[in-house]
């Protein structure tokens, strides 16, 4: 079963622009994580927010938590070519056995 | 530092057959966990070991098992191959448990006919 549903499923824009995505999920966390996925290959860890943190940056990457509404974003600034991938979000839940729950992802297109 | 690295790349087999695929962790690492990617289901946990002992399981049937060596690296096993099998199997390890910052492999693309 999927914890985090993200939103859009599929996003495509031009280089240079922003590219928001969103994520919900149904339970209480202990943290939330973002991975990117280049086509095919394995997932590379972006960034992690804990839950008790409300917005963490890293490079062009800020994200955004807000537990009332259990739901995060990720906005990519000054998108480039290379970012071009699926983004998954990953929850792991305060109760419940000890895995992250991926969700289905959301596929960036980045436009030359 | 390596990082994690899965064997094979790519497979193919057909139904009825099992298969074994493996992860070496990073060096250090002692938590892998696998996890199964479909364009249906996403990707699904499948279970986590940690100094050898099978930690947490995802809900898969019993077609689907694992083991860790002393070594920390992991193999996976799949035996009477559905044609559903077909995924792209990834590996994560990671150096305190499957919750925090996990580093993926590449992964075993799985192809059943």
């Known amino acids: 079963s999927q914890q985090g549903e993200e939103d859009p499923q599929a996003l495509s824009i031009q280089e240079g622009e922003n590219a928001t995505m969103n994520c919900s999920y149904k339970?209480?966390?202990?943290?939330l994580q973002w991975y990117r996925q280049n086509s095919g290959r394995g997932l590379v860890h972006l960034i992690l927010?804990?839950?008790?943190?409300r917005e963490k940056h890293s490079g062009r990457l800020r994200v955004t938590l807000d537990t009332s509404k259990k739901s995060s974003s990720l906005l990519i600034t000054a998108s480039r070519a290379a970012d071009t991938a699926s983004y998954f979000c990953?929850?792991?839940?305060?109760?419940?056995?000890?895995?992250?729950?991926f969700g289905q992802g959301t596929r960036l297109t980045i436009n030359p | 530092k390596a990082g994690v690295t899965q064997t094979p790349r790519y497979l193919i087999k057909t139904r009825g057959q099992q298969v074994t695929l493996s992860c070496s962790p990073i060096?250090?690492?002692?938590?892998v966990s696998w996890y199964q990617q479909t364009p249906g289901q996403g990707l699904q946990f499948l279970f986590e070991?940690?100094?050898?002992?099978?930690?947490n399981k995802g809900n898969f049937p019993g077609r689907f098992s694992g083991r860790q060596f002393s070594n920390s690296r992991s193999e996976m096993n799949v035996s009477t191959l559905e044609l559903g099998d077909s995924a792209l199997y990834l590996c994560?390890?990671?150096?305190?448990?499957?919750?925090?910052?996990?580093?993926f492999g590449e992964g075993s693309r799985l192809t059943v006919l």
């Open positions: 994560a390890s990671s150096s305190n448990g499957v919750t925090g910052e996990l580093f």
């Open positions: 339970t209480s966390i202990n943290n």
């Open positions: 927010i804990r839950s008790n943190e």
């Open positions: 990953a929850t792991d839940e305060i109760q419940g056995a000890q895995k992250l729950v």
């Open positions: 060096s250090g690492h002692r938590s």
């Open positions: 070991y940690f100094s050898e002992t099978q930690r």
